[in-house]
């Protein structure tokens, strides 16, 4: 089977909006892969400074991201993925939001985003994939039927993303978080390579004030399998 001829569904939005947990929901219920494309970008953060490269060499942190042994295993709860980097579970080093703001600034350089395009792509297997992130349905899968943008308030977002931190005690400011998160919109939104949008035939929800359950059977009323 073709990459081209395995569906795909893709889960667009800023930080906190609910991607990671409902696109775990999805890939449950569907019995697909799934790919969380940021955390790519956080991995690669890590890995640099492992092997003392520079963030500013993007060359060498293309290199880098086109060899990394990566892969996401869901929690049994389905509540975050596991993230394993050379069969290490990193996931928590990839939690703060420190990481996130690092990763987004790397995400801007083009050598960077090619090599991992690459491995993003090549999570697409069958029987399917859950594919979440900020530019899943206008770069990385432009071909997908099935495309959803999920957004939300700043403050309902930063809400989330405190009581994930507190729950994963990790020390954390709400206030903090809240001027991380828009700032982070601001540079992912205006960014010219990439820039976080909804595509132009993405469903658009808004997360606010809504559960999990209903965002997921939301989803699944409006894709078409």
Not at 41 to 46: A, E, M, P
Not at 112 to 117: D, G, H, K, S
Not at 194 to 210: F, K, M, Q, R
């Amino acid at each position: 089977m073709k990459n081209t001829d395995i569906p795909v569904i893709t889960i667009d939005g800023p930080s906190g909006a609910g991607k990671g947990t409902i696109s775990l929901r999805l890939a449950k219920h569907l019995g697909w892969h799934t790919l969380d494309s940021g955390a790519m970008y956080r991995v690669l953060v890590l890995a640099a400074n492992r092997y003392n490269v520079s963030l500013e060499n993007e060359s060498g942190l293309a290199n880098l991201a086109t060899y990394l042994e990566i892969y996401f295993e869901p929690l049994p709860d389905l509540s975050a993925t596991r993230v394993i980097l050379e069969g290490q579970d990193v996931s928590r080093d990839l939690r703060s939001e420190a990481s996130g703001a690092v990763a987004s600034k790397i995400a801007v350089l083009p050598a960077v985003r090619r090599a991992l395009l690459i491995r993003q792509r090549a999570f697409c297997q069958a029987p399917g994939l859950v594919a979440e992130g900020r530019d899943m349905g206008t770069v990385v899968f432009p071909e997908a039927h099935n495309k959803i943008f999920l957004t939300a308030s700043c403050e309902e977002r930063a809400h989330r993303r405190y009581k994930q931190l507190i729950d994963s005690r990790i020390d954390a400011r709400l206030s903090d978080i809240i001027a991380e998160i828009k700032e982070r919109d601001k540079r992912d939104s205006t960014r010219t390579k990439a820039p976080l949008v909804a595509a132009a035939d993405a469903h658009v929800i808004d997360t606010t004030g809504v559960s999990i359950e209903t965002v997921v059977a939301c989803i699944l009323k409006k894709v078409v399998l």
